[in-house]
């Protein structure tokens, strides 16, 4: 069956970097594009890009261009999201996922920023 | 830039159609989805492609769109249908960019 899993959780100072992976199996990880949601407390969601795991290309949310990566490891089929400069509003459950007809999420990684 | 716009609450009693609006531009040229996101678990697909629904939802869930406006309606809504709903669609400016509606708060009491 398919499964996103994702690594746990982080807590971060104002001013770093956090890296978040997300290990898929079950299905071709470079048939399907994978994005990034995250989602701050009691906010709504918010699309923060997709990569195509097959090329590696990328397509970011303008909000972030210049602060968010995300790579693939095609050998292990696991995906990326890399978040620099971190400030106290991206304290967030961030959330890979396979979006579209068929549809899969991981399981959420809560990463906090406090100094 | 493009949004998606839905009503932040709508309240029904048991047994009520529930019918909840995500309006946005792009919605003629592309498909509206919709999540049911229950408090601290991730997303679930109810609707696709605008009115398909994934094996596993129930019947009572359904989706429609005519021009700017997708609608997902609950037929019979049930007190397990509370929950935050969220419609998505791609920006039609060729971005290829997702757009998240900013949720709708459901209540069944």
Same mark, same amino acid.
């Given at each position: 069956?398919?499964?996103?899993?994702?690594?746990?959780?982080?807590?971060?100072?104002?001013?770093?970097?956090?890296?978040?992976?997300?290990?898929?199996?079950?299905?071709?990880?470079?048939?399907?594009?994978?994005?990034?949601?995250?989602?701050?407390?009691?906010? *709504?969601?918010?699309?923060?890009?997709?990569?195509?795991?097959?090329?590696?290309?990328?397509?970011?949310?303008?909000? +972030?261009?210049?602060?968010?990566?995300?790579?693939?490891?095609?050998?292990?089929?696991?995906?990326?999201?890399? +978040?620099?400069?971190?400030?106290?509003?991206?304290?967030?459950?961030?959330?890979?996922?396979?979006? *579209?007809?068929?549809?899969?999420?991981?399981?959420?990684?809560?990463?906090?920023?406090?100094? | 830039?493009?949004?998606?716009?839905?009503?932040?609450?709508?309240?029904?009693?048991?047994?009520?159609?529930?019918?909840?609006?995500?309006?946005?531009?792009? +919605?003629?040229?592309?498909?509206?989805?919709?999540?049911?996101?229950?408090?601290?678990?991730?997303?679930?697909?109810?609707?696709?492609?605008?009115?398909?629904?994934?094996?596993?939802?129930?019947?009572?869930?359904?989706?429609?769109?005519?021009?700017?406006?997708?609608?997902?309606?609950?037929?019979?809504?049930?007190?397990?249908?509370?929950?935050?709903?969220?419609?998505?669609?791609?920006?039609?400016?060729?971005?290829?960019?997702?757009?998240?509606?900013?949720?709708?708060?459901?209540?069944?009491?």
């Amino acid at each position: 069956q398919v499964q996103l899993v994702q690594s746990g959780a982080e807590v971060k100072k104002p001013g770093a970097s956090v890296k978040v992976s997300c290990k898929t199996s079950g299905y071709t990880f470079t048939d399907y594009y994978i994005h990034w949601v995250r989602q701050a407390p009691g906010q *709504g969601l918010e699309w923060m890009g997709w990569i195509n795991p097959n090329s590696g290309g990328t397509n970011y949310a303008q909000k +972030l261009q210049g602060r968010v990566t995300m790579t693939r490891d095609t050998s292990i089929s696991t995906a990326y999201m890399e +978040l620099s400069r971190l400030g106290s509003d991206d304290t967030a459950v961030y959330y890979c996922a396979r979006l *579209g007809t068929t549809d899969y999420w991981g399981q959420g990684t809560l990463v906090t920023v406090s100094s | 830039s493009y949004e998606l716009t839905q009503p932040p609450s709508v309240s029904v009693s048991p047994g009520q159609t529930a019918r909840i609006t995500c309006s946005g531009d792009a +919605l003629p040229k592309k498909y509206a989805y919709w999540y049911q996101q229950k408090s601290g678990q991730a997303p679930v697909l109810v609707i696709y492609e605008d009115t398909k629904r994934p094996s596993g939802i129930p019947e009572r869930f359904s989706g429609s769109s005519s021009g700017t406006m997708a609608t997902l309606t609950i037929s019979g809504a049930q007190v397990e249908d509370e929950a935050d709903y969220y419609c998505y669609s791609i920006d039609s400016s060729g971005n290829h960019r997702v757009i998240f509606g900013g949720g709708t708060k459901l209540t069944v009491l």
